[in-house]
């Protein structure tokens, strides 16, 4: 089904996006920390990014699901969504330690 393969490669862009942030973690915490504006430099830019993608894409799984179709393709590309989204809020509350 060509529609859950495009929701399946757009999560799959998120967990390489924030394996990439997650590496760059001092770097965001440090710019959190400083209060800098999120958008106002690429690496905050690209955390809220994820987030605002991940509800995307949940609101698609949605939508299919609703439809009828609770196939096991969908069941794994919602768990696979909330491991991304679990580990955005991981490298969110890394940062949060980092600023008490």
Same mark, same amino acid.
């Given at each position: +089904?060509?529609?859950?393969? *495009? =929701?399946?490669? /757009?999560?799959?862009?998120?967990?390489?996006?924030?394996?990439?942030?997650?590496?760059? &973690? &001092?770097? =965001?915490?440090?710019? @959190?920390?400083?209060?800098?504006?999120?958008?106002?430099?690429?690496?905050?830019?690209? %955390?809220?990014?994820?987030?605002?993608?991940?509800?995307?894409?949940?609101?698609? %799984?949605?939508? =299919?699901? &609703? /439809?009828? /179709? @609770?196939?096991?393709?969908? /069941?794994?590309?919602?768990?696979? @969504?909330?491991?991304?989204?679990?580990?955005?809020? $991981?490298? $969110? *509350?890394?940062?949060?330690?980092? +600023?008490?």
């Amino acid at each position: +089904m060509p529609e859950l393969e *495009q =929701i399946r490669t /757009r999560i799959d862009e998120l967990a390489r996006t924030l394996k990439h942030l997650a590496g760059e &973690n &001092n770097e =965001i915490c440090d710019e @959190l920390v400083a209060g800098v504006a999120v958008g106002a430099r690429p690496t905050i830019a690209e %955390l809220e990014e994820v987030r605002a993608k991940a509800e995307d894409i949940r609101r698609d %799984l949605a939508v =299919i699901k &609703n /439809r009828g /179709r @609770l196939d096991p393709e969908v /069941r794994d590309l919602e768990n696979k @969504l909330e491991q991304v989204l679990n580990r955005y809020y $991981w490298l $969110w *509350q890394k940062c949060k330690e980092n +600023m008490a």
